[in-house]
């Protein structure tokens, strides 16, 4: 836009030329190469083109002179193209034509001067607002990048904070269900062979109810403690680290793990899902030839998503051969391993699936409406 704004300045102090001179066929004739050259220089992609536009606007002012009064256009292309020697044989090319007409004077030398120190001024004003424009736009690309970033970072940060909480909290249930069973619990069994002994010992009729009441109270206690435990180890198992353990004590080919799943899973999902990786990096260590393997574990609105592929070729002892009602599965055969996956999700509602297409790949899905 600027660029028009000073090329059309140009073209207008180049009609002031009308003070001196008659309108004319040939002036309306310059007018339109000048602006034929404005719009020519704008659109036109090729450098050279355009520097060989200019020069032809001023070897047409020979032939058309008023074509002269409008060549500070020509003028601006060559400084916006760097070509400072074009634009000085420009000027000097101008005042010799005039020497040559005869009518070179004060007036025509000024307004020739002033005419292309106006195009050099306009052009390099431009210039310098074009670089402070394209500064100003990567600072503000590099601030949006770095707020990006930052905002990562901070995502990132608080996603750590967050796992870090829910292991600790998972940690102290751990230690509070060891807790219970190591002090409580021993209390307890010994309270409970005690009481037994003295059943066992006693002679008095009227001490059989009490003891038997005392022995029952014990009992319904030590169940109370041992299902609070079980549900306190339950609760506190961390899906994520659990699968990280069998990974690291995997040593038969690379494991890589994609886990996109939240904190708050089922106890039934984690021990299906930890169960199934076992088997499934067993299956690969005993019956495929694989490199690598990759576990996906991933989290959706409705189900939960497990996926483990290799890309392994053998499977001669690892596949199993169709069944007739076309289940994927012969319990009969060989491939025990991947009936007890499946018996896994077929309890929890799931489907199960196994593709041997470019490796070998188990795809579960449980809905999350248990």
Request: charged share 20%; proline share 3%.
């Amino acid at each position: 836009m600027r660029y028009f704004q000073d090329t059309g300045i140009l073209l207008f102090y180049g009609l002031f030329a009308l003070l001196y001179e008659n309108v004319s066929l040939q002036f309306v004739f310059g007018f339109l190469c000048g602006l034929i050259l404005m719009c020519f220089a704008y659109f036109i992609e090729n450098r050279w083109l355009r520097l060989a536009a200019g020069l032809l606007f001023s070897a047409l002012a020979w032939v058309v002179w008023p074509i002269f009064f409008f060549l500070p256009v020509a003028v601006y292309v060559f400084v916006r193209e760097h070509q400072y020697m074009l634009a000085g044989i420009s000027i000097f090319g101008e005042i010799y034509y005039f020497i040559y007409l005869g009518k070179l004077s004060l007036v025509f030398l000024c307004f020739c001067g002033f005419g292309s120190l106006l195009a050099v001024l306009l052009e390099k004003r431009t210039e310098q607002y074009e670089i402070l424009e394209v500064w100003f736009k990567e600072s503000q690309d590099d601030s949006r990048e770095r707020n990006l970033l930052l905002s990562e970072k901070n995502k990132a940060l608080l996603a750590k904070q967050d796992y870090e909480l829910y292991a600790a909290t998972l940690r102290e249930r751990n230690r509070i269900a060891r807790e219970i069973h190591d002090n409580v619990g021993h209390v307890l069994s010994r309270s409970i062979l005690l009481v037994g002994a003295m059943k066992t010992i006693n002679q008095e009729t009227a001490m059989s109810a009490m003891l038997d009441n005392l022995d029952d109270s014990l009992n319904s206690a030590m169940d109370s403690i041992r299902s609070s435990v079980h549900d306190l180890h339950d609760e506190a198992i961390n899906l994520r680290e659990a699968v990280d353990v069998l990974i690291d004590d995997f040593k038969f080919c690379p494991v890589e793990l994609h886990y996109d799943m939240g904190t708050d899973l089922p106890k039934e999902v984690k021990y299906c899902f930890i169960g199934i990786v076992k088997e499934a990096l067993a299956n690969v260590m005993k019956h495929s030839n694989a490199s690598h393997v990759d576990v996906f574990m991933r989290e959706h609105p409705a189900l939960y998503q497990l996926c483990i592929e290799d890309n392994g070729t053998a499977f001669s002892s690892f596949a199993v051969a169709e069944p007739p009602d076309g289940s994927g599965i012969n319990p009969d055969g060989p491939g025990i391993g991947l009936v007890n996956m499946q018996d896994r999700v077929r309890t929890l509602n799931g489907t199960f699936q196994i593709t041997k297409q470019h490796g070998f790949k188990i795809f579960i899905t449980i809905p999350k409406e248990l």
